[in-house]
């Protein structure tokens, strides 16, 4: 790809990113009423953000075993209100033991 490519890509990209978030608030005008569209719009960052980290958080590691530990100690520890380093170290240490004890037994 030479520089002049890689500029109109950029500007395309660019161009298109602002239309998506620009056309919601040129088309609505008013503040939204209706409960449910209100509803569906407070979860949206939550919904992306979860279809976004469950499937790497599965394949973050060789072993999808080790990783699903550690999703599951993570979520319990999250569950249970301790903090994000708390969550992130606890699922750290359970992957490694997980896949220390998975070398051990092969």
Known sequence: MN???FWIYLLIMAG???LIR???FAAVQK???????RSFLYYIPYTVLAAMT????????????????????AMI???????L?????MSCVT????????????
């Open 3 to 5: 520089n002049k490519e």
């Open 16 to 18: 298109s990113t602002y």
């Open 22 to 24: 620009a056309i919601p």
């Open 31 to 37: 503040k939204i009423q209706n409960v449910f569209i």
């Open 54 to 73: 469950f499937p790497t958080a599965l394949y973050a590691t060789g072993n999808i075993y080790a990783a699903a530990a550690g999703l599951i100690v």
């Open 77 to 83: 520890f999250a569950v249970r209100g301790h903090s």
């Open 85 to 89: 380093t708390i969550v992130a170290v």
């Open 95 to 106: 992957v490694m033991a997980v896949t220390f004890l998975m070398t051990m037994s092969i």
